[in-house]
């Protein structure tokens, strides 16, 4: 069983940055591929961007939409992926959700946890 907790979402002007964490339980989280997913009001839950597990190489996916401003992190001894947004535009403003499965996947239904989810509003 693997808990997800997000952290670092709020508000935040067009162009500004943010930094998202995803703190979660369990001692199996190194080999754990994480992945971050938002969903914006009347949309569907959609792929930001995954980073896989521990024992390899390591792989990173990202999302036409952020690539290049978005940037994905894991932090093994603190049990914590991050989510760096940079550039953020209006149209980054979501909940966005970490996930955790044992591959790497980017898509929801590859993910078996989910955290509660983080605010994330950009103005213009």
């Known amino acids: 069983q693997v808990q997800l907790e997000e952290s670092g979402g709020g508000s935040v002007q067009a162009g500004g940055s943010l930094r998202l964490s995803c703190a979660a339980s369990?001692?199996?989280?190194?080999?754990?591929?994480m992945g971050w997913f938002r969903q914006a009001p009347g949309k569907e839950r959609e792929f930001v961007t995954a980073?896989?597990?521990?024992?390899?190489?390591?792989?990173?996916y990202y999302a036409g939409s952020v690539k290049g401003r978005f940037t994905i992190s894991r932090d093994n001894a603190k049990n914590t992926v991050y989510l760096h947004m940079n550039s953020l535009k209006p149209e980054d403003t979501a909940v966005y959700y970490c996930?955790?499965?044992?591959?790497?996947?980017?898509?929801?239904?590859?993910?078996?946890?989910w955290g509660q989810g983080t605010q994330v509003t950009v103005s213009s």
């Open positions: 369990g001692r199996t989280f190194s080999t754990n591929a």
């Open positions: 996930a955790a499965n044992s591959v790497i996947g980017t898509v929801v239904e590859a993910y078996d946890y």
């Open positions: 980073i896989s597990g521990s024992g390899g190489s390591t792989y990173h």
